[in-house]
């Protein structure tokens, strides 16, 4: 019976405690958990921070089976023995494992800004970093700066206005989110986001925190009763480089998510595979349902998919998929679309048809659809502006009442030619054309199609000459 | 079509078809005919859809089923005479009973039966046959949403409040249910409310909402997490209500708050905007439904799936609030009254559980038996088809009002299974697939010929009237039970033949169920009362139960429960090798299996043969054309029909009509995969790929080919006039020797074609398209026989660039025909969300059919190629 031992609480280790057991692995299965409460939905966090939902709503369910010991911070592994150390309110437990995996996670980088840690090297009051439900609480007050045009900075930003704080966000490129979206994009970004309400600094970066205030590089002083930070974050790989394992930017895996140990893996944030560390939700889960697999014998590899972000804010929908330099890759065509007016743009890079690379803003349809395109691997719609509107190609809907093949009546299968026919018969009437047809007995939904056409017809035999008729 | 005045006296009675059970006048008799209009019924108002308007065509279909037909020591099916057939059936029974035990014997209903066949027939199996091995089709229909609405409410109506509420709906969601084809009258009580409609495909439903959310196969439970997300998070729940009048949110909602809007639509593709929209237009004040139909239901996961819509209603406060609520809606004609009375493999009458002891008390004593007597719960339908002929599966089945060999998933292992019995004994009015198939055929009464109830969607009780006697040899169900049960060694009196005495019977057995009919009868029924059920027989006349839950639910506490459901995905994913998903629904013209409208002309010429719907795209990428014959093949079989393009379908995804035999049985690729509480197959999505078919190559359209190839049908030609019955033994089988039916014809060719070729009544060409009555079937049915050529198709054009960016269709590049580009192109539609449609897009000029070269676009304004 292989015993598992995930080290981290976070959504990576969630979800293959889940998918093991899916899979049926019945050994036992313990989780390690540093934090001292149960792991949560990271992605749930802006609504936490906007008031929508309380902090203990977004707790993941506990997985089936699976022991979880939380404010357990793991010292130490030892390999050649199958042991991992931990320390739980001063006490040392040991821990056996079968299988070890690393599902470390990321730690927020802080960057070098006065003022915002204190002498013990921990955050100042005031001042947070946002990976946890517990940093969300840190948020108080009702000036707010954010510091950081990535993801995280601008959803952070989103909600802070949703819950009417008054909202700065400070970001080093000139608009949010710049890298990915290119500069026209971005800039509508900033439309949005000041849209909603928050002042969008770009180009610049908090030099120095006091209670209260933050400075900036260009000498501008703003009013900040808390400072974000969503300055990224970076693998936490200290327990694997201590335990020897291969590590560079994260723990070096390879197509099994193997850490350079038979028995030992690494899955989420911690991981860097194929010389990437993505991180993000998605690919937690990804690799957590590929190592469930790999575990349980029914999958040999992980397949890593490109990377895609969707930005959680509900003022405007935005997805990028791949990365900007697969708009450069050889053989790549680019399709561009921009409406300033309606605060759309879309941009698409195609080979053979398949969707290497998008940049998607203000096209909720297209991002949708193109998602499930890209995720399933399959050629992008030949009707591709039809696409991004999210509007498919469809039959002129005016010319079906004057094609004699029209259906016009569904439920009795009665076609225009049908009630032609009665009507020279002398059925003048809706009522006349249904006894005659059927036509409108079913949901009578096409009546005034009905009455439409005899209005028509009334008209043409009035017009038409005597002889005619 | 004009016909002269309705003509008084006139029976009142239900379409024979879905569960509206439309009111109807009948009049005439079997000489001159028999002609149907709507009655002023609250469900239908005066409306009927095609199939209504035409079924008394089916009382004299040409190939009726008029004598017993027995299979002979050379494999064909002859006629005999009822002694004979029951004796065989008898003898046959006993002598594998006695070498194999009990449950050798099954029994396969259907929801269709009027309710005294059903409470009869499930009597039957358990006392007459003591068999557990007895189920019914009704578990291929409504079984996940009764499961789901079980757990819940603690009962399971279809809908808990009467259809003619929907009226005063602002808000309703259908979530896979196409009304407008299923049930068209129903959509007169919808046209004041704002439609959701939740369907892979834009159906004729779909095209009158207000909001279409098209998920991706298979993934309507995370889009019903996804709502249920969004009620959670943007405050829009009842907490007063799931408060006083629930349990389990905290855990369902646990679940949901896994699927928020963005992941819901990573995995349904159905765009977060919309979601969020659903639930601001379902959250509003004043009425909202949540109607769920087979498109939740037929799933793997089906019972969850519909779980997962009443979560979303109990959270919004909806049922039994008085203001909205929730309704599954019911699809065969009795599949209500089906489910209540014990042709279900769990249940006894009365909605009884089978393994509750006070229920097989209370049943046992009015049966007249021990408790121990009855037998326990047996296989459910698809495991029951699954298990025939084999090791430890019965070999022998009695058939009732179905026909699993076009109706069950994996619809080719189910035909093997059917041709390995020792036994296969049919009941039914026409030759069916699976009647072709049987060693007794048993020639059975419909719906115009005999008296009975039925229960429709809304739980009301309602009477089937006869206006005509069966004809020649047909007996009623419940007459056959009885004699066969009397062969059997039962005592004649515990199988009343005539429906108001297995009525009474079945009132009594209802009793104090939860499903309690006993303060119904015929005569009240008659007398024009309105009588929901529960109604049970109380001192008062009780009024029946229209509105059920406005004070508690059924459960002992009286709360409801929410379910902790989580999505787990459909059995099969796509893959390289079956790359798009295959769904399977109906048309408007066909009912079930099509085993009835298949033989009316006027529904046969209106969708005379299957078809796969399918993007142009998915078309042109997998080299099919429109009106081209292609194969969809899955791991379990594949089917072959024609190609209908449809700008307006997923490009991931193909749906064909399930209601077609032969090769063009769509069951023939579904998956068998059941859901684990309901034992519902998944239909709703299979893994397929899509190939063309060269209409001349070996591979192409062939004559069908029964597997059972030594149980060849003969068709009996319709009774002579005036030949009286039970006299024409020897001369019937000498003219079903010499008129077969066209083999090759009958996989491709529906019913009525092949009885045009017999020799039709007169009153069946009524409303045919002339090109039928020349006994040649239209363009489509050609192919084959001619050879036409496929018309190779050309790729995909390599630079549709230019095209797109113009909004031109896909039309011309997959050589559809000019006509959509002869004219201007409409604009996009108003968004309703987004606002007026752009402005830097113009429509291409008045009066040019093909796409600008590429140049073109650099002349348009931030438009960039």
Redesign the interface.
Do not use: Y
């Given at each position: 019976m292989s015993r598992i031992l995930v080290v981290g609480n976070g959504p990576a280790a969630h979800r293959l405690a889940d998918r093991l057991r899916?899979h049926g692995h019945t050994g036992p299965l313990t989780v390690l958990g540093a934090e001292p409460s149960p792991v949560h939905?990271r992605?749930?966090l802006s609504?936490v921070v906007a008031g929508?939902?309380p902090a203990e709503?977004?707790?993941?369910?506990p997985p089936p089976d699976t022991r979880v010991h939380t404010g357990t911070v793991v010292t130490g592994i030892d390999r050649p023995r199958h042991e991992v150390r931990a320390e739980r309110d001063g006490i040392e437990t040991v821990h056996s494992y079968d299988t070890l995996v690393l599902a470390t996670g990321a730690r927020a980088v802080v960057p070098a800004v006065v003022g915002a840690t204190g002498a013990d090297g921990r955050l100042a009051a005031g001042v947070t970093t946002l990976r946890t439900a517990a940093d969300c609480a840190r948020i108080t007050g009702d000036s707010v700066v954010v510091l950081g045009g990535g993801p995280l900075g601008v959803e952070t930003a989103f909600a802070l206005a949703a819950r009417s704080t008054h909202t700065t966000l400070v970001c080093a490129h000139p608009h949010p989110l710049h890298e990915r979206l290119g500069a026209p994009c971005s800039g509508m970004l900033t439309e949005e986001l000041e849209r909603a309400g928050v002042t969008v600094l770009g180009g610049r970066t908090v030099v120095r925190r006091t209670p209260g205030r933050v400075l900036l590089d260009d000498g501008t002083t703003l009013r900040a009763d808390t400072l974000v930070l969503c300055t990224g974050a970076t693998p936490d790989v200290r327990l694997a480089r201590a335990a020897g394992l291969p590590v560079r930017h994260g723990i070096l895996v390879d197509d099994r998510l193997s850490a350079g140990d038979p028995h030992v893996h690494a899955v989420g944030d911690c991981a860097e595979h194929d010389g990437r560390t993505l991180g993000g939700i998605?690919v937690a889960h990804a690799q957590a349902d590929a190592l469930a697999g790999i575990l349980t014998g029914r999958a040999t590899a992980y397949l890593p998919a490109a990377s895609t972000f969707?930005?959680?804010a509900?003022a405007v929908?935005v997805s990028c998929i791949g990365s900007p330099a697969d708009f450069d890759e050889p053989g790549a065509?680019?399709?561009?679309?921009?409406?300033?007016?309606?605060r759309?743009h879309a941009r698409l890079a195609l080979r053979d048809?398949h969707l290497i690379a998008a940049v998607l803003f203000?096209v909720?349809?297209a991002?949708?659809?193109l998602?499930?395109?890209h995720?399933?691997g399959?050629?992008v719609?030949?009707?591709?502006?039809?696409l991004l509107?999210?509007?498919?190609?469809?039959?002129?809907?005016?010319?079906a009442e004057t094609d004699e093949d029209a259906l016009i009546c569904?439920?009795?299968?009665v076609r225009r030619r049908?009630l032609a026919k009665?009507w020279r018969?002398g059925?003048r009437t809706v009522t006349a054309l249904a006894?005659?047809?059927?036509v409108a007995?079913?949901?009578?939904?096409c009546g005034p199609a009905v009455a439409r056409l005899c209005d028509t017809w009334e008209r043409a035999d009035r017009n038409a000459p005597e002889g005619a008729r | 079509?004009?016909?002269p005045p309705f003509p008084t006296p006139r029976t009142r009675t239900h379409c024979p078809y879905c569960a509206l059970q439309c009111g109807t006048l009948l009049h005439g008799d079997r000489e001159t005919g028999v002609r149907v209009r709507?009655a002023d019924f609250p469900v239908n108002r005066g409306?009927?859809?095609?199939k209504g308007?035409t079924a008394p065509d089916v009382l004299t279909a040409a190939d009726r089923l008029t004598r017993p037909l027995s299979r002979g020591p050379d494999g064909r099916l002859t006629g005999t005479s009822w002694d004979t057939a029951l004796d065989t059936v008898a003898e046959r029974i006993r002598a594998l009973r006695a070498r194999h035990g009990p449950d050798t014997v099954a029994v396969f209903g259907g929801g269709g039966l009027t309710n005294e066949k059903a409470y009869l027939l499930g009597k039957f199996a358990r006392l007459a046959l003591g068999t557990s091995q007895i189920d019914y089709n009704g578990r291929f229909c409504m079984s996940s949403a009764a499961t789901a609405g079980n757990e819940a409410f603690g009962v399971d109506r279809g809908l808990p409040f009467p259809v003619a509420d929907l009226r005063d709906a602002r808000t309703v969601l259908l979530a896979g249910a196409n009304v407008?084809?299923t049930m068209?009258?129903?959509?007169?009580h919808l046209?004041r409310a704002e439609l959701i409609v939740i369907d892979p495909r834009r159906t004729?439903t779909a095209h009158?909402a207000t909001l279409h959310l098209q998920p991706?196969p298979g993934t309507d439970l995370a889009l019903a997490l996804g709502l249920l997300h969004i009620a959670?998070?943007?405050?829009l729940l009842d907490q007063d209500y799931i408060r006083r009048r629930t349990h389990g949110f905290e855990?369902a909602?646990?679940?949901a708050?896994?699927w928020?809007p963005?992941?819901v639509?990573?995995v349904t593709?159905?765009?977060?905007?919309?979601q969020?929209a659903a639930v601001r237009l379902l959250a509003r004040p004043r009425n909202a439904y949540v109607l769920t139909g087979r498109g939740v239901e037929q799933h793997s996961q089906g019972t969850d799936t519909a779980a997962g819509f009443i979560n979303l209603a109990l959270a919004l406060g909806l049922p039994g609030s008085g203001r909205g609520g929730y309704g599954c809606l019911t699809g065969q004609g009795n599949g209500q009254g089906g489910r209540e009375h014990g042709q279900k493999a769990d249940q006894l009458p009365g909605y009884r559980s089978l393994t509750d002891p006070a229920a097989r008390a209370h049943v046992a004593g009015v049966w007249g038996v021990a408790p121990d007597d009855l037998p326990g719960p047996g296989r459910s339908a698809y495991e029951l088809l699954d298990a025939l002929g084999a090791d430890h599966g019965p070999r022998a089945l009695l058939v009732f009002g179905s026909n699993p060999a076009v109706s069950a998933p994996h619809a080719a292992h189910v035909t093997e299974r059917l041709a390995s019995l020792e036994l296969l004994v049919v009941a039914d009015f026409v030759p069916s697939e699976t009647a072709r198939m049987a060693d007794v055929v048993l020639p059975v009464t419909q719906w115009a010929e005999e008296e009975g109830t039925l229960t429709s969607l809304e739980g009301r009780v309602l009477r089937r009237r006869a206006v005509i006697p069966p004809p020649a040899q047909a007996r009623s169900d419940l007459r056959v039970l009885r004699d066969l049960a009397v062969r059997l060694g039962q005592p004649p009196d515990r199988y009343p033949s005539d429906p108001r005495e297995v009525f009474e019977e079945l009132r009594a057995a209802s009793r104090g169920g939860r499903a309690d009919y006993s303060g119904i009868t015929y005569e009240r029924l008659d007398a024009g009362e309105c009588l929901h059920w529960p109604c049970p027989d109380t001192e008062e006349r009780h009024p029946g139960t229209p509105r059920l839950f406005l004070d508690r639910f059924a459960h002992p506490d009286g709360k409801a429960r929410f379910a902790a459901v989580d999505h787990?995905g459909p059995a099969e994913d796509?893959s390289s090798a079956y790359?798009l998903h295959g769904t399977t629904g109906r048309v408007?013209?066909h009912y079930q299996s099509g085993a009835q409208t298949r033989r009316v002309a006027?529904l046969s010429?209106?969708v005379p043969e299957p078809f796969i719907e399918v993007?142009?795209?998915t078309a042109?990428?997998s080299g099919v054309v429109d009106r081209g014959l292609a194969r969809v093949t899955s791991p379990r079989g594949s089917m072959t029909a024609r190609v209908r393009l449809d700008?307006?379908m997923r490009?991931?995804t193909l749906f064909a009509p399930f209601h077609f035999p032969g090769d063009g049985r769509a069951n023939l690729f579904t998956h068998p995969a059941l859901d684990p509480r309901s034992g519902m197959p998944g239909f709703k999505v299979s893994a397929v790929r899509l190939e063309p078919v060269s209409e001349g190559a070996p591979g192409g359209r062939r004559p069908a080919r029964s597997p059972t190839a030594s149980r060849e049908w003969e068709a009996p030609p319709p009774d002579a006039p005036g030949e009286s019955p039970g006299t024409s033994g020897t001369s019937a089988s000498t003219r079903h020797a010499e008129s077969p039916l066209p083999g090759p014809l009958s996989g491709l060719l529906p019913g009525p074609l092949s009885g045009l070729l017999l020799g039709l009544p007169p009153g069946l060409l009524f409303g045919l398209p002339p090109g039928l009555l020349f006994g040649l079937p239209p363009g489509p049915f050609l192919g084959p026989f001619l050879g036409l050529p496929p018309g190779p198709l050309p790729g995909?054009p390599p630079g549709?660039?230019s095209g797109?960016?113009?909004?031109?269709?896909?039309g011309p590049?997959?050589g559809l025909p000019p006509g959509?580009l002869s004219?201007p192109?409409?604009g996009?539609?108003p968004?309703p969300?987004?606002?007026p449609?752009?402005?830097?897009?113009p429509a291409p000029p008045s009066g040019r059919t093909t796409p600008l070269p590429a140049q073109a676009l650099d002349a348009m304004p931030?438009?960039?190629?």
């Open positions: 899916h939905h992605p749930l609504d929508l939902l709503a977004v707790r993941l369910p998605e969707r930005l959680r509900r929908d065509r680019t399709v561009t679309f921009t409406d300033r007016s309606g759309r048809e203000g909720p349809e991002i949708a659809a998602g499930v395109t995720r399933q399959r050629r719609p030949s009707d591709r502006l039809g509107l999210g509007r498919p190609v469809t039959p002129a809907p005016t010319g569904l439920c009795n299968s049908a009665a018969a059925a006894d005659a047809t059927r007995t079913g949901c009578g939904g | 079509m004009s016909e709507p409306k009927l859809c095609q308007w407008a084809e068209p009258p129903l959509l007169q046209d004729a009158r991706v959670v998070v943007d405050g855990e909602a646990r679940r708050m896994a928020w963005e992941r639509e990573s593709g159905v765009p977060a905007r919309d969020r787990r796509i790359p408007l013209a006027e010429a209106a993007h142009p795209d042109a990428r700008p307006t490009p991931d995909l549709p660039l797109l960016l113009l909004g031109l269709p896909p590049l997959l959509p004219g192109l409409p996009p539609p968004d969300l987004l606002g449609p752009p402005g830097p897009l931030e438009v960039t190629p």
